[in-house]
């Protein structure tokens, strides 16, 4: 018995040997860039886990300072490189050849098994044609336009205010924070699509935000786990996430297909188009004899629930970062609203005049997208052909990862960044300057789209938070953690404040 106990053990350990050595030197490795030593199965996933299992993003800034800024990093059976620096990502991220996205059959999970919408869409076609029509609608809608925003932006402040006002009263001045600010990040974005906006409470609204905080629930680091193993999304649906995400895919794409069959009903597309979903028919109805046309049905789903992913998840992360930072920085807190109030009357918003003028207030935005970086790893970009990157080849169909919170906490540059200080910002006359390596937004022809959407309707919910609330540790309590969540975006724990309103 022992025997044969020993022969598997023996020949496990070789095969275990054998898959290593073949895996890191005998496979044509020596132009590949540099990194950990992979091993057989789990590649370097085991060695990030065991750096940091919490925070991958610090784990892979923690392997760079060994192996350099391209590195090599293997998730289980998916070869990727991982780019740890400005310089680095500045440099090749805004070449064509690093602008396809990274995708796989567990991505394709929520777009119909296909590469239709933006956000994945396949480098450069369909993706230029799919872009174009998004960024013109953007600009013809009106997002991105200050005076335009103003009236968008106005109805959610004004429900933020109260939903705000009263939650404090009803608990004794203290709120919890826990996605409070999804639902109007959410309005904002189905106002874009849909060209309205919910109202509280509307059974619509609450419906579409239960499946968007779901399905970010849902993407936990185990969840995580189906980018470097795809396949076992149909092996362990349940311990992977999969069939809730599965669950909240389906809800999702079936809610956006009833407005766009809603909308055909209606017909007014075909003479006045009032929003993008709108625009998108028409594009539709246009290429119907093309069997090229990239504007399908699907796409159009695919459009919507890419924009809601990537543009709710991202603001309400931010918004909660930054009452956390005020918390925990109440000199920060007062230099805002003195600024706010300065400037700004109560019970109105900055106007495109103002806003320049509003430096401490962007100051503060900076350096909360700075230490937020809510994006922490941006969106897994692909190489469309071999390159060679320095002295490296980086093979066609790389997936490249970007270390975005590697750059925004990069000791050498920004000397202090674990300490919140909008004041970096800021030049020698109190001046906002801003900083080309403060990269939230990603680099190059796949850099976020929404980002003048998200930039101004931040200032405006950063204004009013500021001029209406103060927002305080809750006494005799531990100060709230900043140890951040980790999904795809990174959010701060749930926390409470004592809120006290400046009435
Ligand atoms: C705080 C707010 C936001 C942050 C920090 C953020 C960040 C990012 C980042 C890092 C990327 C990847 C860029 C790259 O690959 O280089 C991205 C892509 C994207 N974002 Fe945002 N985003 C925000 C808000 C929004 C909003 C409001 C929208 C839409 C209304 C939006 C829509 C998108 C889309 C569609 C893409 C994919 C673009 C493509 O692949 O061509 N984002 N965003």
């Not at 795809?230 to 349940?238: A, H, L, Q, T, V």
């Not at 230490?371 to 897994?380: E, F, K, T």
């Amino acid at each position: 018995m022992l025997e044969i106990f020993i022969s598997i053990l023996f020949g496990l350990l070789t095969l275990f040997l054998v898959s290593l050595f073949n895996q890191n030197f005998i496979k044509n490795r020596k132009h590949l860039a540099p990194g950990p030593l992979r091993l057989p199965i789990f590649g370097n996933l085991l060695q990030i886990a065991w750096i940091n299992s919490k925070e991958p993003h610090v784990a892979l800034s923690k392997l760079a300072e060994v192996h350099g800024n391209i590195m090599s990093i293997q998730l289980g059976s998916v070869y990727s490189v991982c780019l740890n620096s400005f310089e680095v990502m500045d440099e090749y991220l805004t070449k064509h050849e690093f602008s396809d996205r990274y995708f796989n059959a567990w991505i394709g999970e929520r777009s119909f098994h296909k590469r239709v919408g933006l956000v994945f869409a396949n480098y450069p076609h369909p993706f230029n044609q799919i872009r174009r029509f998004c960024l013109k609608n953007l600009k013809d809608l009106g997002f991105g336009k200050r005076e335009k925003m103003h009236s968008f932006i106005q109805a959610e402040l004004v429900d933020l205010v109260n939903e705000l006002k009263s939650s404090v009263k009803k608990n004794n001045g203290i709120h919890t924070f826990n996605n409070f600010f999804n639902l109007p990040s959410l309005n904002i974005v189905w106002s874009m699509l849909a060209g309205t906006r919910f109202e509280q409470n509307d059974p619509k609204m609450l419906k579409l935000v239960k499946m968007v905080e779901d399905f970010a629930a849902s993407l936990s680091l185990a969840n995580g786990v189906l980018l470097a193993f795809p396949e076992w999304k149909d092996w362990f649906p349940n311990l992977t996430g999969m069939s809730t995400q599965r669950k909240c895919f389906k809800e999702t794409n079936d809610f956006f297909q009833e407005f766009i069959n809603e909308r055909k009903a209606l017909g007014i597309y075909k003479t006045c188009p009032e929003n993008l979903v709108d625009n998108f028919l028409r594009e539709m109805d246009a290429g119907m004899a093309d069997s090229e046309n990239v504007f399908t049905e699907q796409t159009l789903v695919t459009i919507m629930s890419d924009f809601f992913m990537a543009g709710s998840e991202t603001a309400n992360s931010t918004l909660s970062w930054f009452v956390l930072y005020l918390i925990l920085n109440p000199k920060v807190q007062s230099k805002l609203q003195k600024e706010v109030d300065l400037l700004v009357p109560k019970g109105t918003l900055p106007d495109a005049e103002l806003e320049p003028k509003m430096h401490y207030v962007r100051a503060t935005l900076a350096e909360t997208h700075r230490m937020a970086s809510v994006v922490l790893l941006g969106i897994p970009r692909a190489t469309t052909e071999d390159m060679i990157c320095g002295t490296f080849l980086v093979p066609k169909g790389t997936n490249v990862i970007a270390n975005l919170h590697g750059i925004h906490y990069d000791k050498s540059y920004w000397k202090d960044p674990e300490n919140f200080r909008p004041e970096r910002f800021l030049d020698e006359n109190g001046n906002f300057k801003n900083d080309p390596r403060l990269r939230p937004f990603g680099f190059g022809k796949r850099a976020c789209p929404g980002e003048p959407l998200a930039q101004i309707s931040l200032i405006h919910f950063i204004t009013v938070l500021v001029q209406n609330f103060t927002f305080l540790p809750v006494p005799d309590e531990p100060l709230p953690s900043m140890d951040p969540v980790c999904g795809v975006t990174n959010f701060p724990q749930v926390y409470r404040a004592l809120v006290k309103c400046r009435c």
